[in-house]
Structure formats: structure tokens, C-alpha cells
């Protein structure tokens, strides 16, 4: 299916989330020649209520006059059809889903019917609990509406006994869904893995190790002051 996208490796950058034009363009302009995608969360699904749940919609036309002036394209994260007719309707064609969304068959199967007859390049992160049959079954969805052009996240997996990083990596995991999926470029995301950034560089090296096919890092114009991540 993939083969040939398999062999690139893909740098993507970018906030946890849009907050407001000064940093998601001081952080476009930064880094935009040394990625391969600009991230950006435009819609943030949070567990509490008052939490910081992204700039939203408005944040689209920022997205999209950066993508076209630059020609380095942008990613948002879906966790709604609405949320991919937005998108899709400010030219952004690569979305992916969270971790909280690939649990939810539900969304999981709205988002692929918006997406069903587009061209739109689609990831899909690993779910939060490591039961990797909600993961394949995402991708199954995806694959099911004609999406050809799809990428696996690894953003490890929650452990209540891993003292080190926020959620495991458990590399064993992501090579029996590599064995599962051979095609499926497998992106490493050592930011929501670490949870910290003094470990994304022995992270990006494992990665790397690992034969991973990518890396998605966080990156923030002002980290300290950044409203999530
Ligand atoms: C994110 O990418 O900012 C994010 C919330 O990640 P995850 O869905 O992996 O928790
Ligand atoms: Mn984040």
C-alpha cells in the first residue's frame, strides 16, 4: 500500500494548541523549514472542563493563510465531522484523531464518513489504554471509507507504575501493531510520551533506533507561559 512513503522519515512540529495569531506564526515562521507538517491543535478535547480547550475556529484562517504563504502544510486534530468540514473547508488536508477519540467507535466512525471521497491524509493516534484492538479498529474504519493515505501516532500508552515518563512507551506494543499493519508509516511522539522536555531527545534517538518512521514534537514560541502541554 505505503511502501515507498515508509521509507521517508517525517518531522512534524508545532503547539499542543493554537492560542492565539502572535504564537501560532512566531512558531510557523521558526520552525516551518526544518519540518516535514506543521501541528497545530485548533480544538483541544480536555478532561476537565475549565482547562485550556484550544482557540477553536477562528484559529482556521491563521492556519491557512500560513499554509498558502509558506507551502509547508498544516495538520489539525478532528474529534467531530464538523470539526473535518472545517478543516477541510479552510484547505487543510491532513487531520489526525487524538487519543481520546480512536476509544470511541462512534466518532471514530463520523469522522471517517466526513472524510469518506476526499484526499485528506489521516493519523490516527494510539489509544490512551494499551488495547491495541482500538487502534487497529480505527484504522480498519478509516481504511473502510477509502482513506489511502494513513500514518499511525505513537504517543505511548497510560500506566499507573511508570515513574519516568507520562505514558509508557512500550515499544513491544507498537512492533506487534508494525506486524500487524507492515504498510502504515508509524510516527513517534515522544512529547506526549515524556510529558517532559528534558527526555525528547533520548526519546527522538530511541525512536530513531526503533526504526520508527517519524517524529511529532511539541514546540512553543514561550514553553513556560504555553496553556497545555
Ligand atoms: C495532542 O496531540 O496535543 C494530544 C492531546 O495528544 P494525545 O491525543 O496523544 O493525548
Ligand atoms: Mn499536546
Given at each position: 500500500m505505503?511502501k515507498?512513503k515508509?521509507?521517508?522519515?517525517?518531522?512534524i512540529?508545532?503547539?499542543?494548541?493554537?492560542?492565539?495569531?502572535?504564537q501560532?506564526?512566531?512558531?510557523?515562521?521558526?520552525?516551518?523549514?526544518?519540518?516535514d507538517?506543521?501541528r497545530a491543535?485548533?480544538?483541544?478535547g480536555r478532561?476537565?472542563?475549565?482547562s485550556y480547550?484550544?482557540?477553536?475556529?477562528?484559529?482556521?484562517d491563521?492556519?491557512?493563510?500560513?499554509?498558502?504563504?509558506y507551502?509547508?502544510p498544516?495538520?489539525?486534530?478532528?474529534?467531530?465531522?464538523?470539526?473535518?468540514?472545517?478543516?477541510?473547508?479552510?484547505?487543510?488536508?491532513?487531520?489526525?484523531?487524538?487519543?481520546?477519540?480512536?476509544?470511541?467507535?462512534?466518532?471514530v466512525?463520523?469522522?471517517?464518513?466526513?472524510?469518506?471521497?476526499?484526499?485528506a491524509?489521516?493519523?490516527?493516534?494510539?489509544?490512551i489504554?494499551?488495547?491495541?484492538?482500538?487502534?487497529?479498529?480505527?484504522?480498519?474504519?478509516?481504511s473502510q471509507?477509502?482513506i489511502?493515505?494513513?500514518k499511525?501516532?505513537?504517543?505511548?500508552f497510560?500506566?499507573?507504575n511508570?515513574?519516568?515518563?507520562?505514558n509508557?512507551?512500550r515499544?513491544?506494543?507498537?512492533?506487534?501493531?508494525r506486524?500487524?499493519?507492515?504498510?502504515?508509516?508509524?510516527?513517534?511522539?515522544?512529547s506526549?510520551?515524556?510529558?517532559?522536555?528534558?527526555?525528547?531527545?533520548s526519546l527522538?534517538?530511541?525512536?530513531?533506533?526503533e526504526?520508527?518512521?517519524?517524529l511529532m514534537?511539541?514546540?512553543?514560541?514561550?514553553?513556560?507561559?504555553?496553556?497545555s502541554?
Amino acid at each position: 500500500m505505503q511502501k515507498s512513503k515508509k521509507n521517508k522519515f517525517t518531522i512534524i512540529g508545532g503547539p499542543c494548541a493554537v492560542e492565539s495569531r502572535f504564537q501560532v506564526e512566531t512558531t510557523y515562521r521558526a520552525i516551518y523549514k526544518h519540518i516535514d507538517v506543521f501541528r497545530a491543535g485548533v480544538w483541544k478535547g480536555r478532561t476537565y472542563p475549565d482547562s485550556y480547550s484550544g482557540y477553536g475556529d477562528g484559529a482556521l484562517d491563521w492556519l491557512m493563510q500560513l499554509q498558502s504563504k509558506y507551502s509547508k502544510p498544516v495538520a489539525v486534530e478532528v474529534g467531530t465531522a464538523k470539526h473535518v468540514a472545517l478543516a477541510l473547508k479552510h484547505n487543510i488536508n491532513i487531520v489526525w484523531i487524538g487519543a481520546r477519540t480512536t476509544v470511541n467507535s462512534f466518532y471514530v466512525q463520523e469522522i471517517a464518513e466526513a472524510l469518506r471521497g476526499t484526499e485528506a491524509e489521516l493519523w490516527v493516534k494510539n489509544p490512551i489504554y494499551a488495547d491495541l484492538n482500538l487502534w487497529y479498529g480505527a484504522i480498519n474504519r478509516m481504511s473502510q471509507v477509502g482513506i489511502k493515505d494513513i500514518k499511525a501516532i505513537h504517543r505511548g500508552f497510560f500506566s499507573e507504575n511508570d515513574l519516568k515518563y507520562r505514558n509508557s512507551p512500550r515499544w513491544e506494543l507498537v512492533n506487534i501493531f508494525r506486524g500487524f499493519f507492515p504498510d502504515i508509516p508509524v510516527i513517534c511522539d515522544p512529547s506526549h510520551i515524556s510529558g517532559k522536555s528534558n527526555l525528547l531527545e533520548s526519546l527522538s534517538i530511541k525512536a530513531i533506533e526503533e526504526n520508527m518512521n517519524g517524529l511529532m514534537v511539541e514546540v512553543h514560541n514561550n514553553p513556560k507561559q504555553a496553556r497545555s502541554d
